[in-house]
């Protein structure tokens, strides 16, 4: 192939933005022509590399935009160590068909069972399913959002939790009391939400004890109205991962000190 057809095809590929199949050209036409492939054939490869470069590429941006704190999948859960959990209801919400609808998640229980874990895990797979997601814990938003009112900008910090993602995963609710203003703010992002975007939610308390952390009762009444009229609640009643790793580090330690006495 000539020189100039080579760039013009180049300028082609570039022009309609298919930029991985502009950097394999030259290799693929040359591969093209050893084994002689059918027009059908090439044209099947040129285009599956391109979609699949994209796609990489449209993956890594929403994984960077979700600002995780890790990055954890469902295949590093130990789902042995938690029997309270049915593996096979955590492998359909990871099939996303939940956001479809607008459901939430809840995922209940004492700390270090795993909550977090799951939550990004889940997450990550509503990335993979083409969602944009966005991560925070409550003390994160609040604080963000008591600042913007603050500055009187209210109202555009709101709507950064609440419409600009398809999927707003809500960590560490409950750690900390709410004053009625801060439950406020909370109570305005899980209603702009309710019914049009999903929301999965970490909580070491359980929703009865909801009203003692939001500080009243009718807000927690009509936030927890909101969330769980279309939701899926999972009760984590395990042991704790870093307990666990903590005594196993301990042994491990005493093990050392014993072999080298």
């Known amino acids: 192939m000539s020189t100039p057809h080579l ?29 002689e492939r059918s027009y059908s054939e090439f044209l099947e490869d040129l285009l599956s590399r391109e979609i699949h470069a994209k796609g990489a590429k449209h993956l890594a941006m929403r994984l960077a935009m979700a600002r995780f704190p890790f990055q954890k999948t469902l295949e590093s859960f130990e789902f042995k160590f938690q029997p309270s959990i049915d593996p096979k209801v955590v492998r359909e919400l990871a099939t996303g068909r939940y956001l479809e609808h607008g459901e939430n998640v809840l995922l209940l229980g004492p700390p270090g069972v795993g909550k977090t874990h799951l939550a990004v895990a889940l997450a990550i797979c509503a990335c993979q399913n083409g969602y944009s997601v966005y991560f925070t814990t409550l003390d994160g938003m609040i604080r963000a959002l008591a600042a913007a009112d603050r500055a009187g900008k209210l109202d555009s910090k709101l709507r950064s939790y609440t419409t600009k993602s398809q999927l707003l995963v809500l960590d560490e609710v409950g750690y900390l009391p709410l004053s009625r203003a801060e439950a406020n703010y909370l109570f305005q992002v899980i209603s702009n939400r309710y019914e049009r975007s999903s929301v999965i939610l970490t909580s070491n308390k359980s929703v009865t004890e909801w009203p003692e952390v939001f500080g009243d009762h009718a807000i927690a009444t009509a936030i927890l109205d909101r969330l769980l009229h279309h939701s899926h609640v999972m009760s984590i009643k395990g042991h704790s991962y870093r307990l666990r790793e903590r005594a196993l580090a301990a042994a491990s330690a005493q093990a050392a000190t014993l072999a080298t006495q």
């Open 7 to 35: 760039e013009r095809l180049h300028a082609y590929c570039h022009q309609l933005r298919l930029y991985q199949v502009e950097t394999e050209l030259p290799t693929l036409l040359e591969q093209a022509a050893k084994h």
